[in-house]
C-alpha cells in the first residue's frame, strides 16, 4: 500500500528503460524488490546500504561515480530501517546534493508511522511504501515514472 | 496430455498449499511471490525460500548468543529481530512473523524471561514452516516432474 504521493515526475533520461537504484539491508527483500522491478522492465542496481549507496551515485567526497556515465539512475527505492545510515538520512544526502537532488526517492518501511511518513514526505521524497512490497506497488511506482 | 497421476498431484498440492493457508502458515504475501515466478525465473520462488533459510538460521543463531550473554544487548536482540521479521513478512511466513512481532514488544521491555521464551516460539515455528514449505515444493517438482503445471489456487479469503 502506498500512502502520500507527490506530483507525476518525468524521467530525465531519454532512455526507454528506468534505472533504479534500490538499497536494502535484508537480503530477502532486496531479492524481492529487484524482482519486482525487473518484472516492471527496470534495470536495477541494488546496494545493502547507505554509504554503498551513495558511493553508486558518486556522492562520496572523492566523488567518483563508480556507474557509467550513461546508466544515470532515474529512481531510488530505500528501506528506511537500516543500521548505521536510515533511508531518511540517505533520503537527505540525495536531495542536498547538486546533481542527484532532482532523482526522486521512494521510501519503504514495515511500519506504518505517521510522523515518519511526514518526515520523509517533508525532505522531499517522492513516496512511501509500506512492505512487503507488492507488484501493484511496484507497478504504480514505474507508471508514474515512465509518464 | 495430463494423465489422472498428475490431476491427483495437482489436487493434492492444491488442498496442502489451502492448508497451509488456512492454518496461518502462510499469508497473500507467499502467492506474491509465486506470481513472480515466470519462464525467466523458474526457481524464483525456491531461490527465495533457500535464501530465507539460511538467513534465518543464521539469525536464530546470533539471537541465541546474544541472549546467552551476561549483559544483554536488547539492542543487538531487537535489531535481529527486527530482521527475521522483515524476511518472514516478505515471504509470507505469517506464523514466524507474529511471533517476531511479539518478541520485539519483550525487546522493548528488556523482559528476558519472555524473550528466551519468545525464542523457542520463534525457533518452533520456523521449523514448522521450513518442513511445510519444503514439501510444498517437493510436490511442485513431482508435478512437473510428471509432466504437469502447477495449478494455482483461487485465493478468496
Not at chain 2, 73 to 85: G, I, N, P, R, T
Amino acid at each position: 500500500m502506498a500512502a502520500g504521493s507527490s506530483s507525476n515526475w518525468v524521467m530525465e533520461s531519454a532512455h526507454d528503460v528506468p534505472h533504479v537504484l534500490a538499497v536494502d539491508d535484508n537480503l530477502i527483500d532486496r531479492k524481492l524488490v529487484e524482482k519486482l522491478l525487473r518484472n516492471s522492465s527496470c534495470k536495477v542496481t541494488t546496494a545493502e546500504n547507505g554509504p554503498r549507496a551513495l558511493e553508486l551515485l558518486g556522492l562520496t567526497s572523492g566523488g567518483q561515480n563508480t556507474m557509467n556515465d550513461r546508466s544515470k539512475v532515474n529512481l531510488v527505492i530505500t528501506d528506511y530501517c537500516m543500521p548505521g545510515m536510515t533511508g531518511y538520512e540517505l533520503l537527505k544526502k540525495i536531495k542536498e546534493s547538486s546533481v542527484m537532488k532532482e532523482v526522486p526517492v521512494v521510501i519503504m518501511s514495515s511500519e506504518n508511522i505517521p510522523t515518519r511518513i511526514n518526515k520523509c514526505m517533508e525532505e522531499g521524497a517522492q513516496m512511501f511504501i509500506l512492505k512487503p512490497l507488492k507488484q501493484s506497488d511496484v507497478k504504480k511506482l514505474t507508471c508514474q515514472l515512465m509518464n | 496430455m495430463q494423465n489422472m497421476e498428475v490431476d491427483q498431484m495437482q489436487r493434492q498440492y492444491l488442498d496442502y498449499i489451502k492448508s497451509l493457508f488456512l492454518e496461518g502458515f502462510l499469508d497473500g504475501q507467499f502467492l506474491q511471490l509465486q506470481q513472480l515466478q515466470d519462464e525467466n525465473n523458474p526457481d524464483f520462488v525456491v531461490e527465495v525460500v533457500s535464501l530465507f533459510f539460511e538467513d534465518s538460521e543464521r539469525l536464530l543463531n546470533d539471537l541465541t548468543f546474544a541472549l546467552d550473554q551476561k549483559g544483554i544487548d536488547f539492542k543487538k536482540v531487537d535489531a535481529h529481530v527486527h530482521q527475521l521479521k522483515g524476511s518472514s513478512s516478505s515471504i509470507g511466513a505469517q506464523r514466524v512473523k507474529n511471533c517476531c512481532i511479539a518478541f520485539r514488544n519483550f525487546c522493548e521491555e528488556q523482559n528476558i524471561d519472555e524473550c528466551l521464551s519468545c525464542l523457542q516460539q520463534v525457533k518452533q515455528e520456523y521449523c514448522h514452516v521450513k518442513n511445510k514449505l519444503e514439501t510444498l515444493i517437493r510436490l511442485e517438482q513431482q508435478i512437473v516432474a510428471a509432466g504437469g503445471s502447477i495449478p494455482t489456487m483461487e485465493f478468496s479469503f
